[in-house]
């Protein structure tokens, strides 16, 4: 499979459709960038550190983060250290236009991703509950309770 060249204005407009449902407030837009490409396992004090801004705040973000899927929880450790997602590189490196993409963040999600809407004949998956619960909000599911 080949992958198709990538203009900086996709990777500007991937990342802008990104940030629209994983990075809504300041904070996590300082923290990002601090994680980003990151094979480190971060905490939250570490990375306040870093962005500047205070632990709690780290704190909050990183767990938003998970939530919507860009980080990993580094084991059972103590205090939680947060692994950013190999995943989050099409960021900077594009989707091959084969693969499912989350509709809200434009995430790639794997074939078997269970988060889902069935939509007649169309499956749409979500790369969190996130975003899965932003497309309910504005799309009329038919059938749904
Ligand atoms: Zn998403």
Redesign the pocket.
């Known amino acids: 499979m080949s992958t198709p060249p990538i203009s900086p204005d996709l990777a500007k407009s991937a990342f802008a459709q990104?940030a629209l449902?994983?990075l809504p407030s300041t904070t996590e837009r300082q923290i990002y960038p601090v994680i980003d490409g990151s094979s480190e396992a971060w905490t939250a004090t570490a990375a306040a550190r870093t962005a500047e801004v205070s632990d709690h705040e780290a704190d909050q973000a990183l767990r938003r983060f998970h939530k919507?899927?860009i980080v990993d929880l580094d084991g059972g450790r103590r205090p939680r250290r947060y692994r950013w997602r190999p995943e989050m590189a099409y960021l900077h490196e594009g989707i091959e236009p084969s693969r499912a993409r989350?509709p809200?963040?434009?995430?790639p999600?794997a074939a078997d991703a269970p988060l889902l809407v069935q939509e007649g004949a169309v499956t749409v998956r979500?790369?969190?509950l996130?975003?899965l619960v932003r497309w309910r909000a504005h799309r009329p599911v038919v059938g749904a309770a």
């Open positions: 990104f449902a994983h919507a899927g989350d809200i963040c434009g995430m999600v979500f790369c969190s996130a975003c």
